[in-house]
């Protein structure tokens, strides 16, 4: 299910052209696809992560509580650890960049069919020191201590080193320590990627 006609109809041409893969149908929108969903009972759902009308992951949680057995595979230009985490706990037994060659995509198809988790390489580092049990485990916002949240709130908001550590009672020095530590924890490289993340996952403190 993905809400880019070019993106999607390769998509479609790709999976036809494989043995033992029947596509049997395609939304634009996360209400389309639970429609589609409902109607057509598929075995794997690819789900794109951005759609106009709701996230992947909320459609993905909404087709899962009708449709159980259906495995979801999460396609996403994305790859940060929260949105990872994200479509994990929701249900996606697999999770794909979009940039990723064809032929990891059907290794993806192969596993989730068969019940493995699939997760692009790319993206499979990060997680490796964490629990196997995803949809379980905290993501990485929710792992944050409350100084460190306080901390990312006012870097959001746009606050200096020297500003933050004065309103906290703390120097610059550390406080640049607790961003080396969020963008640690994050999966981020720096203040920008940082304030970027925390926007784009409805960071609240």
Request: charged share 20%; net charge positive.
């Amino acid at each position: 299910m993905d809400d880019h006609g070019i993106v999607r109809e390769g998509l479609i041409a790709m999976l036809r052209q494989q043995a033992g893969i029947q596509v049997l149908g395609s939304a634009t929108s996360g209400h389309d696809a639970i429609l589609a969903a409902q109607r057509l009972s598929p075995a794997i759902i690819i789900m794109d992560l951005v759609l106009p009308d709701m996230s992947g992951i909320e459609a993905t949680e909404r087709i899962l509580a009708l449709l159980p057995q259906t495995r979801v595979i999460m396609l996403s230009a994305c790859q940060t650890i929260e949105h990872v985490y994200r479509a994990l706990r929701a249900g996606a037994l697999g999770y794909i960049v979009k940039d990723a060659p064809a032929e990891e995509l059907m290794h993806a198809v192969h596993a989730v069919r068969e019940g493995r988790q699939y997760l692009s390489p790319q993206v499979t580092p990060p997680l490796a020191g964490g629990s196997p049990c995803y949809s379980h485990s905290k993501s990485p916002l929710e792992r944050l201590s409350g100084r460190e949240r306080d901390v990312l709130s006012r870097i959001v908001a746009g606050a200096s080193s020297s500003a933050i550590g004065q309103h906290l009672s703390l120097s610059s020095k550390t406080i640049d320590t607790y961003r080396g530590r969020l963008m640690a924890k994050l999966g981020v490289s720096n203040r920008s990627a940082l304030i970027r993340f925390a926007i784009e996952n409805e960071f609240t403190k």
